[in-house]
């Protein structure tokens, strides 16, 4: 394989991380980059590959066909899970021999999850492809279950683990959890399973199969942390709809039995699936400590802390940046000291604690480039090898292997290498003041290939949450339609997440009100630029962003000349009626929304107010509503209200269905999406000069 040699960093430290990045995005199987000059054939076959027209909404929406990639403890192999035609591949690479590469193809299976036990066995979880129900000697099964496996690395040797085991086999009917590998035995994992009615956690030998229970867990626990001694040291729980997060301590009750205590209890975001304000990462130096993220009580952002869950409480602060959350933390798993922490700025920032490891990361942050993203993914065992992903705003991303020994990177895996036939928009920071004095943070992309002086029609792009962030990163949605000839503006208004508590309160009774009027006024701000023009101005949103499209084509008919929501919100009150149903009136997620929102009996006259439902016959500009039939979020009806009251007024709207959706999009769904967007925008704004062709 190709590579490049970065910086000359001094040895590395063994560093562990006690939970991995999670992989955003698949990636395609690509060969390393190849740096040498093009040949003049090559370039006249890339010429004549090179596209006529901006790319189309299956670029950007296509599922890619590799699900997931780790390396081996030692960094010497990684592998790779390819799905393609009903079938998986498992691609493993020797990263000591360039080119060696095997592949096993698991015909008609899907792969969930895996993991390395040792260099020369993984333990994977698969079923079969074709979901559905059989019947097998007169009884009914569920065909497409997933089972876990233990594999060589060559590929042979595969070991159903619970073959024979009735008491596993029947209970875990979706068995795709990810097992996790013990640091230094390469003869075990820990597994969650369905044991009677309750998910415990097994110690199962890759061997044989063969198990004995490590802890107790319950019907909603969803993972157990292991201290620095090895043991089950904190189990976290959540409830049936996922929204909050319950933190439970082991107590010993005499003669070998521990009972399970809740020690804290956290509002969880479902569609992260992280607690906003509790996030642990790994063991601290004692038994039962463990580092975590957090917002203790009285403190504005999300800082590293230590956390003792035998005196339930935190016990010492260990980093906090001073203006914005910390997103990430590092731990050495074998000693239990703090390594570092990354925290988005604009772009994604790294800061170690060990001088030579920071070299290398300030190496690579040189290499590829300012705008780069890097992502620790995976690390060997001794933190020698470096599993990376690095995006950017123009760029969806790559996997790279970085060997800290050699300060060498080599290029394995490409997103979607498909979209380096176009040029994509360039993006720029912005900070820019609400009228009430606020300091503000958003971005703005610019349609590539801009002549001097052009101004580009204007989408306002407000993100989901409302607590949440957008960063300088790549956007399918933002990208597409900026090689489609739009600029696309984000901002990050009061409520929005990464900027501390105070940031995020500030948004507390603002829907439609300062919320919104920080999106006008970063639309002014980009107007006084001159960078874009706002006479054709639509207001696009998800969520949260879509309840925003609803208010803006309310509140500034005289701005935004179209709106489009996704699985928006139209009716404040009996969305928080149904949430109050859906979860209790004493639970944390109800409560939240509460303090959002108000009361839906004391503050009712203000939910309407702010609700563009009751404003649907004054809405004079085209509206374009999205939604998925099953979306447990935001209920279907939020959309069928604003419809039914839009088309009783005579108003110009479509309503697209998405048949099967949830509060989200898969593959096919972002397409309809983008095209849907791309024609609405076309129809109302006039259309837009798309990118040029070629390559960046």
């Known amino acids: 394989m190709g590579g490049s040699r970065i910086a000359q960093g001094t040895g590395a430290r063994a560093l562990r991380f006690g939970l991995a990045f999670c992989l955003a995005a698949a990636l395609w199987l690509a060969p390393s980059d190849r740096r040498g000059a093009p040949t003049q054939e090559a370039e006249a076959q890339e010429a004549e590959a090179a596209p006529s027209g901006p790319p189309p909404a299956s670029v950007f929406a296509k599922a890619s066909d590799i699900q997931m990639t780790a390396l081996s403890p030692t960094g010497r192999y990684l592998a790779s899970v390819l ?29 969930h999850s895996m993991v390395w036990v040792s260099d020369d066995r993984m333990v994977f979880s698969a079923g079969s492809s074709s979901y559905g129900f059989v019947m097998r000697g007169g009884a009914l099964y569920f065909r497409g279950i997933p089972r876990f496996y233990s594999v060589s690395r060559t590929g042979e040797d595969v070991i159903d683990l619970f073959k024979d085991d009735t008491r596993i086999q029947r209970k875990n009917l979706f068995f795709g959890v990810e097992p996790v590998a013990i640091p230094g035995d390469g003869e075990h994992i820990l ?143 074998s000693n239990g000291a703090y390594a570092g922490a990354s925290y988005w700025l604009d772009h994604r920032e790294i800061q170690l604690v060990d001088a030579g490891l920071q070299a290398h990361i300030d190496g690579l942050r040189e290499f590829y480039g300012e705008q780069a993203n890097i992502s620790i993914v995976d690390r060997s065992e001794d933190g020698r090898v470096w599993l990376l992903f690095v995006r950017s705003p123009q760029n969806e991303g790559a996997f790279h292997v970085y060997d800290t020994r050699a300060a060498f990177s080599q290029e394995i895996a490409r997103v979607n290498p498909e979209l380096d036939r176009w040029s994509l928009g360039s993006l720029r920071a912005m900070t820019y003041t609400a009228r009430d004095g606020m300091k503000l943070h958003g971005y703005l992309t610019l349609p590539p290939g801009l002549a001097e002086g052009e101004k580009p029609p204007l989408v306002v792009y407000p993100h989901g949450g409302p607590e949440a962030r957008d960063v300088a990163d790549f956007d399918p949605v933002v990208q597409f339609l900026a090689t489609h000839g739009y600029a696309v503006f984000q901002p990050n208004f009061r409520g929005s997440s990464g900027y501390g508590l105070a940031y995020v309160k500030a948004g507390h009774r603002q829907f439609g009100r300062a919320m919104q009027t920080d999106i006008d006024d970063g639309v002014a701000w980009i107007a006084e630029q001159g960078l874009a023009d706002v006479s054709r101005t639509c207001i696009v949103g998800a969520s949260y962003g879509g309840y925003a499209a609803l208010m803006g084509a309310v509140t500034r008919p005289d701005l935004y000349r179209c709106a489009a929501s996704a699985m928006g919100i139209s009716d404040l009150r009996r969305q928080i009626l149904w949430d109050r149903k859906e979860e209790g009136s004493d639970s944390e997620a109800y409560h939240y929304w509460v303090e959002q929102l108000g009361d839906p009996g004391k503050d009712r006259a203000e939910m309407e107010a702010n609700s563009p439902l009751t404003y649907a016959d004054k809405i004079s500009v085209p509206i374009l509503l999205i939604h998925g039939d099953k979306d447990d979020n935001v209920p279907i009806e939020q959309s069928e209200f604003i419809y039914e009251a839009l088309q009783s007024a005579g108003k110009q709207v479509r309503f697209v269905r998405m048949p099967d959706a949830g509060h989200g999009f898969d593959s096919e769904d972002l397409e309809t999406y983008l095209k849907e967007l791309e024609a609405f925008l076309g129809a109302t704004l006039g259309g837009a000069q798309p990118a040029s062709a070629g390559a960046q």
């Open 83 to 111: 799905f393609a035609d009903k079938d998986s591949y498992f691609v493993y690479y020797d990263l000591e021999n360039p080119g060696a590469r095997t592949v096993r193809k698991m015909a008609g299976m899907l792969v």
């Open 191 to 333: 597994l969650p399973a369905m044991i009677s009615d309750d998910v415990d956690l097994l110690k199962v030998d890759v061997r044989t199969g063969k198990w004995v229970e490590a802890a107790d867990g319950g019907p909603y626990t969803l993972a157990w942390l292991i201290d620095i001694n090895g043991q089950p040291s904190m189990r976290l729980d959540t409830n049936f709809r996922g929204t909050v997060l319950r933190v439970l301590a082991p107590r010993p009750q005499g003669n070998g039995k521990v009972r399970w205590k809740e020690v804290a209890r956290w509002r969880r975001d479902r569609e992260s699936g992280q607690a906003p304000d509790f996030t642990p990462i790994g063991p601290g130096p004692e038994p039962g400590q463990f580092y975590v993220l957090g917002r203790p009580p009285g403190q504005d952002r999300i800082g590293v802390h230590l956390y003792d869950a035998n005196a339930e409480a935190y016990i010492k602060e260990v980093f906090v940046h001073p203006e914005v959350d910390v997103s990430h933390a590092f731990v050495n798993a």
